[in-house]
């Protein structure tokens, strides 16, 4: 069997198309031209498109919550300016071109596909696409390496012109990480791996599979899937990151209780630098030779070097998958339990903590109840836990799980959480709410676009912090924002809130959601930019960490040599140093 | 063009003092009061007192009763981290340590119980009523309070002058609806064993005054502290110069205290903490000449109900007003923003108590330091402390139409100096009206005002005349030296520039270090001291600056050498300590031996006719004047004994601690004694 499907994985590849993905996607907002968010002409907000559980459902109560919440209006527009931004003109390197072109690896050198490539999706990113402001710098071309071969090329033409490789995946940087440095002079040539999506073989004996670093995670999962495997590693941007990225930024993945993140993932790393190609000559599943040089690649943000291959460890699809949801009077005891669960090292394949912000939130995108009887069960729930339980509306908080196993053990696995759970004063709230839950990381980047077409600018940061300080760090954080936000002239309450997404045996990681509604501000980016720079001070002066998984791009570089120390520094950079001599990998990430 | 640099520099150097002063000083614009008597007297005292009670809480968190919190610390990991430490270091089990834990809080921790506030809201306005003339309180004060109180835990931090300050206190609280504090008084109150507990359920919690090294209390008693503060039961009140002023100056900080209520926040367990300074400002002390002969040397009378029942014949006199004054809450946050990098705190776990680190320490110190100053600066000046000032420097005796004329003068130049003044009518009724009030200390005969210097009966011998006479001036210089922050660092500017013209910073500089015991001078700020000091002297035309020069002018003479009078005493204390240990001190002088030794020294000299100053009999100045030279190096503490070699020490390449005091020396002691 194993055969065969090396034949059907093979044959995936359209030469001719390069940029697929750019035909379906916007280039001004999150994910698919197909799928957004808007307020009908009965002020009804609805979902478009096929492809999410939402699409094309009304959601009756989120232009409320909306207005609510923001202060904002739907009568107060500020839809994208759709002219097309002016690029700046091409600097091309001549005979670095020239030895391309004799290579036969595609590339371009388009308006368009150059400025699809010079940014990620920060806030001052897409706000910039969507005003039609110029970039300052972007791309000059961009090539197409069709697999690791090709990509050895490039580096190698690239070393011998001095032109300045900047990687690029899936696009979905939230560190500035793929911004071209304004003060570069040289070509910058962007190298998309997207045509380096095959899986290359798959050992069922030992559970790896061996990938092409370009895939896309939702395509690594489906291909794994249709012979009975995956991978586990389902990072909220899933749908659109690619394993190189994954690599290149140490990233995180929903259920990495069970499958670990990726560093526990990999095998076995290919990757293509100035210097060479640099991998290991065995798939030991660990070695002790030194300190591991994967951990020179993981993390490296496309500053040494590009992931070309990469061994990854595989699983047999789980027999049964049950979501569930717990609800707690107060944020409080919903850390607790989770830190329970984490200290009995029960926990779920996800588990996750909503605050009570993020509970309205997730209650707002309610499609339209169909039956009476189901708008009947709703308030006769809603009854329950608040009327005959006593919670407080404004107070409690949803914990969302979800559960992968076979069926038996699941069942097992979930009495015993709820079991916990009901010391902490916890309610099992069913599996709807769960579902919905997770459904919110999947369109919440499709919400920041709706709410920037009516004067809500939105990001979303995350931490990781020791269990003690869990929920000192959510209160002074958001209580940061919130003054930070008074004193820069913000008119209008900004939301914050806060969820808890991964557990560890000693901390956990946070995520933070933070908007407000900018009416009355002459720089709104520039104000949230401020905010958000405080709001990241206030987290390390709480013994948070400076990422957990989105990395450190250009955003955070400042903060680098408090977080790792000088002599941190300094090892990182004699590495660079000797790696890339030249900064060909010129993107200026990190140090 | 240099001369022309030098103009600009001091022009520019103007101006930052003077930006400088305004931030220090906020009150360049102060608040109204109100007079919260005024309503006492107009309507029932007993409705007063059953009134509903309904203050607005930290965050709306419900109260928390007294026993719950007490079962917080005992839970609390802090407290369990000690209780097995000390449990392992002394072989006893954790259970006993924990039980001795629960000892300790409960003589400690307070029992707030609005009925017992309830009877003390109903016998203090009795009280106060019969005491005071008016009780005066800035409401937009309680109205920045109220706000802070809702926003971050708060911290009460008032002036200490009287054991009046903290029913005072919550007295205030209570009638503006406010949160009622919790108090950290000293164990010395629970010797009276009714009004302890009394005062127990009005909110005090008791610390024993000294527990050095003892783990366990430090850390019952920073933990219950920090519990109360964390989740904002209640603002904590407490005394950062940690006892009662007995000279009316305010005394250095302690920082035990404040060390525990800053800590949450470089630990992150609170958003931030509000500092409120109160100033309260008494017209006329209820303790005030217990409180001369106390540093006299009469002990202390010990706390007792019997004692306060004997005090009662107080109540029949007339102590004038009392304005209590709300500082602007000082955010803990925004003043360690670049001072202290919290981060450090991420490395060590939460509960387990550590010492502060160097950069913790100083910024807790400079905290401390500033909030005196702050509360020193919003103390409210009656006329009588203007017009002490200046008798202090005639303890011959005045004419009348003198005195009113020197007080005017002198109101005017507190006024430029951005004194706190309270002038209720023309200076002349005033001056009258503050005689009246203070007839103990000052008597008017004929057309002369002088001292009153109480006659014992019977005969009296000349150490019992002196002892009279120290009383009394003691008492008028406890009323002196409230004006003294306001003056104080002109006055060391003054003092300086008549004894070292040549070298006036070096002098103040000296003088600044030398008097920091005395005075609260915040660390390291001697530069910008002394650059306030000029700018204050330039103002009023007392002094000149070209170029690099300070030149005394003709206008400016009668305020300088009111400057010089002002610190005339303090200069001459410290000469006759320094004098006691050159002269008469053995190798082996204890401590404890030092304070009677050199009062007989000075009651010696004064009799003998050498020396006029009286307030060198003050044991809080012989105290001061000790810890300076001990500071200063011109004393060393070898295993409690003294050594002195004030001989030997250098000051600056020119200056030696010798040669300034045979400079200051004046007044029938020649310069060879020193020597």
Not at chain 1, 35 to 42: D, Q, R
Not at chain 1, 230 to 239: A, F, I, Q, R, W
Not at chain 2, 333 to 340: D, F, H, I, Y
């Amino acid at each position: 069997p194993s055969l065969l499907l090396l034949l059907t994985l093979t044959k995936l590849t359209n030469c001719f198309l390069f940029s697929p993905r750019q035909e379906i996607m916007k280039w001004n907002g999150w994910g698919y031209s197909d799928s957004k968010f808007l307020f009908n002409k009965k002020g009804q907000a609805e979902f478009t498109g096929k492809r999410y559980r939402l699409s094309g459902m009304t959601l009756p109560s989120l232009q409320d919550w909306f207005e609510n919440t923001f202060g904002a209006s739907v009568k107060h527009k500020s839809p994208p300016v759709l002219n097309a931004s002016v690029v700046p003109p091409p600097r091309l390197n001549e005979a670095f071109v020239e030895n391309l072109k004799a290579t036969g690896i595609p590339f371009s050198n388009e308006a368009e596909d150059r400025v699809f490539r010079a940014h990620g999706h920060c806030l001052h990113e897409i706000f910039a696409l969507r005003e039609g402001k110029k970039f300052e710098r972007v791309p000059d071309m961009v090539v197409w390496p069709n697999c690791h071969n090709d990509v050895v090329k490039i580096v190698e033409l690239a070393c011998k012109h001095n032109v300045c490789l900047i990687p690029y995946g899936g696009g979905t940087s939230v560190t500035s990480a793929l911004e071209c440095p304004p003060e570069e002079t040289r070509c910058i040539v962007s190298l998309d791996t997207s045509q380096m999506n095959r899986i290359l073989w798959l050992d069922e004996n030992n559970l790896v599979a061996h990938v092409e670093a370009g895939i896309i995670g939702q395509d690594l999962e489906r291909l794994l899937n249709e012979s009975g495997y995956c991978t586990g590693h389902e990072p909220d941007s899933m749908e659109f990151s690619s394993l190189g990225g994954w690599v290149a930024t140490r990233a995180s993945g929903m259920k990495k209780n069970v499958y670990g993140n990726i560093e526990d993932l990999v095998i076995h790393i290919k990757a293509v630098t100035p210097r060479g190609v640099i991998e290991k000559s065995c798939q030991g599943p660990r070695t002790s030779t030194g300190p591991d040089i994967h951990h020179f690649i993981l993390g490296s943000e496309g500053t040494l070097g590009v992931v070309t291959e990469v061994t990854m460890k595989i699983r047999p699809i789980p027999e049964y998958q049950k979501y569930g949801s717990v609800v707690f009077p107060k944020f409080e005891a919903g850390v607790a339990c989770l830190r329970e669960v984490a200290k009995q090292r029960c926990a779920p394949a996800s588990i996750r903590l909503m605050d009570n912000k993020q509970f309205h939130f997730g209650h707002a995108l309610k499609p339209q109840v169909s039956s009476i009887f189901t708008h009947f069960v709703e308030g006769l729930k809603k009854f329950y836990i608040t009327k005959l339980k006593g919670f407080d509306p404004h107070q409690l908080v949803v914990a969302t799980l979800l559960f992968e196993g076979d069926r038996e053990r699941v069942l097992q696995h979930e009495k015993q959480v709820y079991d916990i759970a009901a010391t902490f004063g916890g309610l099992a709230a069913g599996e709807d709410n769960g579902q919905r839950g997770y459904l919110l990381t999947f369109v919440i980047a499709y919400l920041r676009d709706l709410g920037m077409d009516y004067c809500v600018v939105a990001e979303s940061f995350e931490t990781s912090v020791p269990w003690d300080r869990v929920l000192d760090l959510c209160q002074n954080v958001k209580e940061r924002i919130i003054r930070e936000c008074k004193e820069r002239g913000v008119q209008f309450q900004p939301l914050t809130s806060c969820r808890v997404t991964q557990t560890y045996d000693s901390g956990a990681c946070i995520y933070f959601y933070f908007a407000f509604n900018y009416r009355g501000l002459a720089d709104p980016v520039h104000t949230y930019e401020q905010v958000e720079h405080a709001a990241r001070e206030e987290i390390l002066a709480n013994g948070g960490s400076l990422s957990h998984h989105h990395g450190v791009g250009k955003l955070r570089k400042e903060w680098m040599k408090d977080s790792i120390s000088n002599v941190g520094v300094g090892m990182l950079k004699s590495v660079k140093e000797y790696v890339d001599p030249e900064n060909i990998f010129g993107n200026r990430n990190l140090l | 063009h240099p001369h022309q640099a030098t103009q600009m520099s001091n022009y520019c150097l103007n101006i930052l003092v003077f930006v400088t002063l305004q931030q220090r000083d906020p009150m360049l614009k102060r608040d109204c009061f109100e007079d919260i008597l005024e309503e006492r007297r107009n309507s029932s005292d007993l409705k007063y007192a059953l009134r509903c009670y309904a203050p607005v809480l930290y965050k709306g968190v419900t109260p928390c009763k007294a026993n719950m919190l007490k079962n917080i610390v005992l839970q609390s990991d802090q407290l369990h981290y000690v209780i097995n430490q000390v449990s392992q270091e002394s072989g006893e089990a954790p259970d006993i340590i924990q039980e001795e834990a629960s000892v300790i809080l409960e003589e400690m921790a307070h029992r707030l119980q609005i009925s017992t506030v309830r009877c003390f809201a109903f016998a203090l306005s009795k009280a106060f009523k019969t005491l005071f003339q008016h009780v005066c309180v800035n409401e937009e004060g309680i109205q920045r309070l109220q706000q802070a109180i809702q926003e971050h835990p708060v911290v009460l931090l008032p002036s200490h002058r009287s054991y009046m300050d903290f029913l005072l206190m919550s007295y205030i609280l209570y009638t503006y609806d406010l949160a009622l504090p919790v108090i950290a008084a000293g164990m010395d109150f629970m010797g009276m064993k009714f009004v302890g507990e009394m005062l127990r359920m009005s909110g005090a919690f008791f610390i024993r005054r000294s527990f050095g090294g003892d783990k366990l209390y430090w850390a019952v008693f920073s933990e219950y502290v920090k519990t109360m503060l964390r989740n904002g039961f209640a603002p904590i009140e407490f005394f950062l110069e940690g006892t009662r002023s007995r000279t009316c100056k305010s005394l250095t900080p302690k920082l035990g205290l404040l060390n525990i209520v800053i800590e949450p926040f470089f630990k992150g367990e609170v958003f931030d903490v509000n500092l409120v300074p109160v100033s309260i400002s008494y017209e006329r002390i209820l303790e005030e000449s217990l409180y001369a002969r106390e540093l006299l040397g009469v002990p202390k009378p010990k706390e007792s109900t019997s004692g306060l029942l004997k005090a009662r014949r107080i109540l029949s006199e007339d102590y004038g007003s009392i304005h209590v004054y709300f500082g602007q809450p000082v955010s803990v946050r925004s003043l360690a923003q670049g001072k202290v990098n919290r981060s450090t705190y991420n490395l060590f776990p939460r509960h387990i108590p550590r010492k502060p680190m160097e950069e913790t320490q100083s910024f807790v110190n400079d905290t401390a330091y500033r909030i005196v100053r702050l509360q020193e600066d919003n103390m409210v000046l009656k006329p009588w402390v203007l017009m002490a000032s200046l008798l202090l420097q005639n303890l011959e005796g005045l004419e009348l139409s003198v005195l009113t004329e020197q007080t005017v003068w002198l109101r005017g130049l507190a006024l430029s100096y951005a004194a706190f003044l309270d002038w209720p009518a023309p200076t002349a009724k005033v001056v009258s009206s503050s005689l009246a009030l203070h007839r103990g200390l000052a008597c008017v005969s004929g057309d002369r005002v002088s001292l009153v210097v109480g006659e014992p009966l019977g005969p009296v011998t000349p150490e019992e005349a002196l002892f009279n006479r120290a009383v009394s001036v003691l008492s008028c210089a406890s009323y002196r030296n409230q004006v003294l922050h306001v003056f104080l660092r002109p006055a060391m500017l003054a003092v300086a520039m008549l004894h070292l013209s040549d070298e006036v910073y070096n002098c103040f500089s000296f003088l600044w270090d030398m008097f920091s015991n005395d005075f609260i001078l915040c660390p390291g700020d001697t530069v910008q001291d002394f650059e306030e000091a000029c700018y204050l002297l330039v103002k009023t035309g007392a002094v000149q600056m070209p170029q690099q020069d300070i030149v005394m002018t003709d206008i400016g003479q009668p305020t300088l050498s009111f400057f010089n009078g002002l610190l005339e005493p303090f200069l001459q204390g410290y000469q006759v300590v320094c004098r006691y240990l050159c002269e008469e001190a053995s190798e082996g002088l204890t401590e404890k031996q030092y304070i009677p030794a050199v009062r007989s020294f000075a009651v010696k000299l004064i009799l003998a006719g050498n020396l006029r100053c009286y307030e060198v009999l003050s044991s809080d100045m012989q105290k001061n004047a000790l810890a300076a030279l001990l500071r200063m190096d011109a004393v060393r503490k070898v295993k409690n004994r003294m050594i002195s070699h004030i001989n030997q020490t250098p000051i600056s390449p020119s200056l030696s601690l010798v040669a300034v005091a045979e400079d200051l020396y004046r007044d029938g002691l020649t310069p060879s004694y020193i020597r």
